[in-house]
Structures are given as C-alpha cells and as structure tokens.
C-alpha cells in the first residue's frame, strides 16, 4: 500500500499551507526584528550585545528542532517505509544544519565580547558542533550509495543513532559545568527574563520555525517532482504489466 | 490473503521492536561513557572540588566560581591583577597578567584557565567571564540595587 | 540622525551584532533561494516530459497503473 504512495494528497496539501506558513513568516520575523533590535531594552549587563540573543537562541532550539524532526521521520521510514517519511527527513537536513551553522557563528560573535573568547570546548558548545556534524554526515550518507534507497535506509540508521546529543545538548548546562549559561526560558520555571525580551525571542522563534516548514515542504514537493521525472524517463523503457520493477522497497511483487 | 496481511504485519511490529531496543542500548551505552568520561569532560572545577583533588602544580586546568566580593586588586604597575574566586565554601587567590573581559567584575561568574602553585594561589594565564541565565533591562537592575534587593537575585541560581 | 547613528553602534557592540544578524540573514535567504531554483527547474522539467508525452500518444502496452503517479516516490 505505501509503496504506491501517491503524493497527491500530500502535494494539495502543502500547496494550501506553503503560502500561509510563508505568510506568517514574514509578519513574524519583521515584528520579531523591529522589538529586538529597537523596542526591547538592553541587558543589565551585556548591553546591546544580549540582542543577538533573539537570532543566536531561535537558530539553537530550530536546530535541535529539525534534527529531533528528521529522526522522527527516519523512525517512520525504517518502520512502516512510507516513502514520503524518507523525503521529510532528507528535505529537513539542510535547513537545520544551515541553522545550526549560524547557531555557532552568532554564539561566537557573543562570546568574544562577554566571555572573552570565539570559542571554548565546553559541554553546550561542542555537542552543538557534533549536532552540526550529524547533519553534515547525514547529508553526505544519503547521496553516497548507487542504490537511493540504500542512502536513505544508512542516512535513516545515523539520524536515529545521533538522537541521543539531542538530550545531552539540552541537558549540558546542568549535567556539567560550562562556561555556556543555564537555560533562560524553561517550562518549569519562570523565565529569567523579561517580557518585552520574552517576547521577540518567541517571535523569532516562531518565525523561524514556520520559515523551516516552507523549507521543508517546498523541498518535499521538488523532491516529487524529480522522482515523477524519472519515472517517466524510466515509462519509456517499460514493457509488461506485472512488473516487478519499483518494488524494491519491500521485496513483495505488485499486486 | 489474510496470511499476507498478518506476515506484513510481524514485520512492522519487529521492526518497530528492533528500533526500540536498539534506541535503549544506544542510549544506556551512551550514559556509560559520558560517566565514565565525566572527569575529562568538566570543563571547570569549582573552589572546593579543586582543593579537593589537589591537582600537581605542573597540571593545566580550570577554575570557575565567582569573584569574592572586595578582592579584586591591581598590582603595582597595573599590569597584574588579583583576585578571590570563591564558590561560597572554599576561597582561592588567583594571580593573573592580561586583558580582563568587558564582564568581569566583583560578584561575577569567572572561569580561570592555569595552573595551581604549590602555596595554593592559582597562576591563571586565561580568564573569561561567565554570566548567568538573567536578562534584565538597566533599570530594574538599579531599582534592584537600590531597594537592597540586589544580592537576593544574584543568589537565585 | 543622532537616533539613527546609535542604533547602529548597538552600544559599541556593533561589530559583533550586525554580522551576526547578517549571517543569519544569508543563511536564511540562501535556503530559500536554492529550493525555489530547484523547484522550479523540477516542475519546469516535469512540465515539458508531460507535454512531450500527450504530444506522443500512449504506446499499445502503457498500463494506466504504471503511470508517474503510482511508482514509489524517491528523493532526488
């Protein structure tokens, strides 16, 4: 049944919710950017510098956010082989290692000025860089064998064995001593910040967040689209019905 | 045609379990060896942990707590500087020659890269400032200060 | 002018904050940029195959079950 997944349904789909999800982008990024950078107040402390708080901390949570969704994915694929679970998880790489990138470049360009130093090799810090490794790996493994299928069961192994840095990342500040700060925004506690900071980091975020979704979906659908391209270009070479080629997914002949 | 549908089935369901049980290996090994790796992963030690294990004063390593109150002081010259850094429980003199971070200041996070002299003082030769989880706009900080209120936040962890 | 001029500085940490917002920024737009481009030449692509198609009629053993629709989907 899943092996002759149409993409129909998925595709109406993402074509009704792409324009809204982008939509929603933009208002909540141009009001997310207009309160940091001008309405929210300085830190006590840090001084205007704690602004690049409201890029460098919704790139973090939108990277673990996408690797977390990219093992998901995988998890569905190996288990139940849907198809369009394979292209979720590969769609979903580049945005998140292009997120966790500019995690780590907008976390150094804070750190020389409040901690002294573009980078130290504490706890929070470096599994954040083996977050971005994981994604590089990943992107690598699923282009690297002959065989599609092949890549996207090996890329889908390494995205399941990587979920575990998603809880060490989360849990460093507490589990070791880091020079990396606790976090600010908790579910358990109240956070340790104001408001009107509050509020443009969730802007941000959410911002952020639905920018992924377009990402994701627009790549799924060009991703659809070259399969049915080289489906066609393989049609001209079929010859009987019955036949069992496109099956490898399962190994079971065609109904 | 049932006995297909049942066949495929099983192998969801083994699958499923097979992802299961290799996800909880995978997690048990890997609480081993972050354990067993805590000592290499620490980043700092504290005040007391580090009196604790009186490291060899030829061992490089870090310091980390928080600079005590009144203790910092220029040295002649203005080159050096000392200070305290102290986790509450346990004082350590630290000696160090170098730029001081924007953020470093009296009752701040410090982390302190160097060795321990044998007299107890730490020779630092790196030193980066550490802040907490707390943003505030300036002008709650200062009614904090004012209302005496001050100390009372620094303390929450 | 002057409003403008300190917003700028960011309170001196000028060098650090608008790169950083800048990478962002390029990070961002490079991600959208590439996906568009690959859709668009994919649907384009798609476009004229299917075009080419109605323009040659269907061969006698072209099984309506073994169109583009029916054959398992693969990432590109």
Redesign the interface.
Known sequence: MH??????RFLDLSRRIVPWLAGATIVLLAAGLVWG??VAP?DYQQ???A??MY??VP?AWIGMFGYTFMAVASAVFLVWKH??A??AA?AAA??GA??T??CL??GS??G??MWGAWWVWDARLTSMLILLFLYLGYMAL?NAFDD??RG?KAGAVLALVGIVNIPVIKFSVEWWNTLHQSASVSRMAAPAMPLGMLAPLLLMAVGFTT?FG??VL??M?????????????L?QA????G?TR????TGEAAP | MAKTLSRSKLLKRRRLSFLALGLIALAGATALVLTAFDDNLVFFYGPSKMQRKAPAPDQRLRLGGLVKQDSIEKVKGGARVRFVVTDRKTDVPVVYSGILPDLFREGQGVVAEGHLRKDGTFIADEVLAKHDENYMPPAVAETLKEDGHWQEQKNKK | MNAVVE?LR????AA??W???G??AV??L???V???R??RA??R??QT??QA?RAAPARN???P????????????
């Open positions: 092996r002759f997944a149409n993409p129909k950078l001008g300085p001084g205007d510098s602004r690049i890029v460098h790139a198809p369009l394979d292209l590969r580049p945005a292009g997120f990138f500019v470049v907008t360009l804070w020389k000025p699923i599609v299928n996207s920018f377009v990402i627009l790549r659908r060009s991703d659809i689209a070259a399969a049915k391209i080289r489906t066609l270009q049609g079929r010859t009987a019905p036949d496109g099956t490898e997914n | 917003f960011m309170g001196g940490y650090y904050v790169p950083a917002y990478i962002t990070v961002m490079g991600l959208l590439a996906t568009l690959d859709l994919n649907e692509t798609l195959l299917r198609r053993d072209e099984d079950a073994h169109g583009e629709d029916s054959v398992p989907v693969e990432a590109s």
